[in-house]
């Protein structure tokens, strides 16, 4: 039941979200279902932390852990007898009104199937989990949770902890063969633990997949270790990151298996090892699409292959991306005094960035003969280039070279002198006329302006 439009207009924020006056309107009905879900016809089933006879208070000050833990057994069934997969009519939505809801131990949270859990706001609703007790208990602890919605509070855990941990010990009862399916996080805010999201904390082969994280916050307190979103299933594939903001951790999102798929719309400030490390032997790929980073290191992959498109970074120093045997494409991004390093087999394709110091190519990470970079067309420090290809010198693997270069109006120009060049390399005229050569080919290997040997290309036509 809802109120009419005037008193929707008058209970609901500027976004459209429901204020404190429009659930007390709802109890006043009678309709706010508290109580322990006794259900009955025009029950909203929404489970209050605060009802009786749950009695959460959430003055920042009272161990409410016991108190949560009735209301969250009363929404989806004891950790003995989950309503599951088996009954997910039986689920009630768990809401977490304003407050400060201190706990001591983890809100265990067991085979959730199509759930909602929600608070009145990440600025408004705080689960506070206690320092210096039981370090390693997670605030939130998932085993088994598919189609479920956590939305609109703020997480603390602490440090050698997760604030959500999605796991699955693969009894039945959350899906059909997963552990973390389909669910989705939006609103949130994340900090004060190892980890903010931790997907498959058992490792090996579990799956945890398809989660989307939607305008989250993860911010770090400068510890190492620390991690935004983490995950560790061979089968942790398609989780999507769009919007939000990750600071001051050692590692914004962190796959030491699986992937997170896609990262749309991020900013990314003051990491201390990378914005997005996903090194690891997962055959999968990501694409990093719209985001902004603050941090000296952005991308960190291996064996993972890498999409880039529109991207800047703006620390001035660092590198913006790292690739270990692995391949990526990048496509209108720009880097502001930061590096690439190839290493390995490496494969970089490049087009339409822009970098603004000389020495954007990293070569002492030691590409290997058969690793490349290519850019159809790159500005390097207001120069602009086309058709630039830097492969590894064949003679000790790690100094590039030029495999096709800028056009230049003369064999002695400064860009090409000084420049290692193979037999059958091109360099190109940057004004040709009819009649005249369009470039130059190599013939004899060696650096322009010294050992190596151009021969004019054949005039074009008149």
């Known amino acids: ?38 259900g009955g ?22 161990d409410d852990t016991a108190a949560i833990q009735s209301a969250i057994d009363a929404a989806f069934g004891p950790a003995s007898a989950p309503n599951g ?21 983890s809100l265990i949270f067991t085979k959730i199937f199509g759930g909602r859990i929600f608070g009145a706001g990440r600025m408004a609703t705080k689960i506070q989990h ?51 399916l389909y669910n989705l996080f939006h609103d949130c805010q994340v900090d004060g633990g190892s980890y903010g999201v931790r997907i498959a904390k058992s490792g090996g082969s579990a799956m945890g997949s398809e989660n989307l994280i939607l305008n989250c916050f993860f911010i770090g307190n400068g510890d190492a270790n620390q991690c935004g979103i983490y995950t560790n299933g061979q089968n942790a594939l398609q989780n999507t990151v769009v919007g939000g903001n990750f600071q001051n951790l050692d590692t914004g999102i962190f796959c030491a298996r699986g992937v997170v798929s896609a990262v749309y719309g991020a900013g990314f400030q003051e990491q201390h090892s990378f914005d997005i490390d996903v090194s690891n032997d997962t055959a999968n790929t990501i694409v990093i699409s719209g985001c902004r980073t603050e941090s000296t290191n952005f991308i960190n992959s291996g064996l993972i292959g890498v999409t880039i498109n529109s991207c800047q970074s703006t620390s001035g120093s660092g590198v913006f991306l790292t690739l270990v045997n692995s391949r990526a494409q990048m496509s209108g991004c720009y880097m502001s005094g930061t590096q690439i390093q190839l290493s390995g087999r490496s494969k970089l394709v490049m087009d339409s ?24 067309t790159l500005e390097v420090n207001g120069k602009h280039y086309r058709a630039i290809e830097l492969v590894s010198n064949p003679a000790d693997n790690t100094t590039p070279f030029v495999r096709q270069t800028t ?35 190599c013939t004899t290997a060696g650096v322009a302006g010294s050992t190596a040997v151009f021969k004019a290309m054949a005039n074009l036509a008149p």
Request: include cysteine; glycine fraction near 12%.
């Open 353 to 376: 960035c822009t970098v603004d110091v000389d020495n954007w190519y990293d070569a002492s990470a030691g590409l290997g003969s058969n690793g490349y970079v290519r850019a159809t």
């Open 130 to 180: 206690q320092l210096g007790v039981l370090a390693f208990a997670p605030s939130f602890s998932f085993n088994g949770c598919a189609y479920t919605t956590i939305s609109d509070m703020h997480i603390t855990a602490p440090f050698e902890s997760a604030a959500i941990d999605l796991d699955w010990d693969g009894t039945a009862g959350s899906s059909n063969q997963s552990n973390t």
């Open 407 to 441: 056009s230049c109006t003369a064999l002695a120009d400064a860009n090409i002198n000084g420049k290692t060049f193979a037999v059958g390399d091109t360099i190109w005229q940057n004004a040709p006329a009819a009649g005249g050569s369009p470039g130059w080919i």
């Open 1 to 38: 039941m809802l109120p009419p439009p005037d008193v929707t207009a008058a209970y609901t924020t500027s976004d459209g979200k429901p204020t404190k006056d429009f659930y007390n309107w709802i109890k006043s009905l009678g309709t706010l279902q508290g109580g322990g879900g006794g």
């Open 85 to 105: 997969t088996a009954h997910p009519e039986l689920t009630k939505q768990l809401y977490f009104p304003a407050g400060v809801f201190l706990i001591s131990n």
């Open 41 to 62: 016809s025009g029950s909203l089933d929404w489970i209050n932390v605060k009802d009786p006879p749950y009695n959460a208070v959430g003055d920042g000050a009272t």
